[in-house]
C-alpha cells in the first residue's frame, strides 16, 4: 500500500468537523480503508450515514452504538 496515498486518505478521514464537505470526505477515505481491509463493513456504515452532516461525527456515532472503531495506524 502506498504510504502517501495512506497519509492522505488518513487526513481526509480525520476531517475537522462542520467544514463543508466534509462528511463526504471521511466516507469517501473510510470506502478507501475498507477497500483495503482495514475498516469493517458496520464501520463504513457509520460513516455513509453520517456523511450528508457535516457536523455529525461519525467516533462519536459509533461509540453510542457500540460499533467496534479500528483505529488505522499509519
Given at each position: 500500500?502506498?504510504?502517501?496515498?495512506?497519509?492522505?486518505?488518513q487526513?481526509?478521514?480525520?476531517?475537522?468537523?462542520?467544514?463543508?464537505?466534509?462528511?463526504?470526505?471521511?466516507?469517501?477515505?473510510?470506502?478507501?480503508?475498507?477497500?483495503?481491509?482495514i475498516?469493517?463493513e458496520?464501520?463504513?456504515?457509520?460513516?455513509?450515514?453520517?456523511?450528508?452532516f457535516?457536523?455529525?461525527?461519525?467516533?462519536?456515532?459509533?461509540?453510542?452504538?457500540?460499533?467496534?472503531?479500528?483505529?488505522?495506524?499509519?
Amino acid at each position: 500500500m502506498n504510504t502517501n496515498e495512506k497519509k492522505m486518505q488518513q487526513e481526509l478521514l480525520n476531517s475537522k468537523l462542520g467544514i463543508s464537505g466534509s462528511g463526504y470526505a471521511r466516507y469517501g477515505a473510510a470506502m478507501y480503508f475498507y477497500n483495503q481491509g482495514i475498516l469493517s463493513e458496520a464501520m463504513l456504515e457509520i460513516y455513509r450515514r453520517c456523511c450528508k452532516f457535516d457536523n455529525e461525527d461519525p467516533i462519536d456515532l459509533a461509540e453510542f452504538e457500540k460499533v467496534p472503531n479500528l483505529k488505522i495506524k499509519l
